[in-house]
Every structure is written in structure tokens, then in C-alpha cells.
């Protein structure tokens, strides 16, 4: 079956750790997504990737780094420098030009 | 500045009792508009793309709907499996950014 993988589904940080979330696909789709979720809150997005070796930044980037090395993986690091990165976090995918994204199950982040 | 908003927050219904759920949107010149379900500690699930105004999607129980200016996804007889958190999300005209809603927590009691 395709579909998208997080992992790990919980993910605990000490104080001035970086810790690096997965997100793999197979379904074959160019661009890739990080959102933020927080309780009461919508999506935000974090960083994008339209093709391999590109990526921009969202509406919430700072405290977070992205690599895409591979068409199949968009991992994201959450930096010390995130202040307040308890949240939960999805990682999507879509074929480009207005087709819907598809979410993985998500990252559960607090902090020790 | 371009906006999504879903009303109401949260919705209780008994099983069997139809409703509606709105999302209104400021975004001008829409290119999609989206429906999800998410269930707790899940990520998003699809469920609908409207395009244009006056197009309607079925799937089940859920019927969604568009206009120019908002997006209604109407549940029929719903049973309590349907109680999730449903989302909508509309495609910027510039870019392939989505901005979200913040969804409606419906909650159908046996």
C-alpha cells in the first residue's frame, strides 16, 4: 500500500537537543510538507519541497532545518533554537497542480 | 489577508440528526478547496476537492458543496463513527500553499 511514514509517533527532547523527525513516502509525489498542529490552532506550515534538492520556507520556519536529498524522504530537525517545540507535527505529500495532500500519522513532540 | 474560517468550533448531534459544517474563506481567486477528517493522534484523512462554485462531492453520509465565498459539508443521518475533527483548507491562487482552518470537533452521540 502507499502512503506516507513518520516516525517515531513520540519524540521527547531534552533542553538544547536537536532531534530530527522522518517522513517517508512512496507514493511517488514530487512535493513534500511539514505543518505544525497545536491545540485550538490550524495547520501551519513549516517548510515545502517542490523537487529534489529544493525546499522553502513556510509561515513558521525558524528554530527548524529540512534536507531533501531523495524524492522518497523530507526529514525535519528541530533545532535548540525552537523555543517552544511541544506540538504535533504531520509531514504530507502531493502530485503538483491542485491535487489534494496526503498526511502521514504524525510526530508527538514534548520536552523532558 | 487571506483567511479560513470554520464554524461552529465543536457540534454535538444525536445519531440520526443531520447538520451541516461551514467553512468561509477571504482567499480571491480560488484555485481548491479541501475537506478532511482527522482523528485523534491521526494525521488529516481526504476526503473532498472542489474546484469551482456549485460543484458537490458525496462520499457515504457527507455531501460537501461550494459558492463563491464558502464551502458546506453536510452530514446525513450521521452515526457515531463520524464524530472526528473535520478540516478545510483552501490552495492559494499564487503559490501551492494551503491555508487551513481550524477545524469543527463533531461529536455524534449514540
Known amino acids: 500500500d502507499g502512503g506516507i511514514t513518520q516516525s517515531p509517533k513520540y519524540l521527547f527532547r531534552k533542553e538544547g537537543q536537536n532531534v530530527t523527525l522522518s517522513c517517508e513516502q512512496n507514493l511517488n509525489h514530487d512535493a513534500m510538507y511539514w505543518y505544525r498542529q497545536d491545540p485550538g490552532q490550524g495547520l501551519r506550515l513549516i517548510y515545502y519541497s517542490q523537487i529534489v534538492n529544493d525546499f522553502q520556507k513556510g509561515d513558521i520556519a525558524e528554530g527548524y532545518s529540512v534536507s531533501r536529498e531523495k524524492k522518497e524522504s523530507f526529514p525535519l530537525t528541530v533545532t535548540s533554537a525552537q523555543k517552544n517545540p511541544t506540538a504535533f507535527y504531520l509531514c504530507a505529500s502531493s502530485i503538483q497542480d491542485r491535487q489534494p495532500q496526503h498526511f502521514g500519522d504524525g510526530t508527538r513532540l514534548s520536552i523532558l | ?110
Open chain 2, 1 to 110: 489577508e487571506d483567511q479560513v474560517t470554520q464554524s461552529p468550533e465543536a457540534l454535538r448531534l444525536q445519531e440520526g440528526e443531520s447538520s451541516s459544517l461551514n467553512c468561509s474563506y477571504t482567499v480571491s481567486g480560488l484555485r481548491g478547496l479541501f475537506w478532511y477528517r482527522q482523528d485523534p493522534g491521526k494525521g488529516p484523512e481526504f476526503l473532498f476537492t472542489l474546484y469551482s462554485a456549485g460543484e458537490e462531492k458525496e462520499k457515504e453520509r457527507l455531501k460537501a458543496t461550494l459558492t463563491k465565498k464558502e464551502s458546506f459539508l453536510h452530514i446525513t443521518a450521521p452515526k457515531p463513527e463520524d464524530s472526528a475533527t473535520y478540516l478545510c483548507a483552501v490552495l492559494k491562487p499564487r503559490d501551492d500553499k494551503i491555508i487551513f482552518g481550524k477545524g469543527t470537533r463533531l461529536h455524534i452521540l449514540p
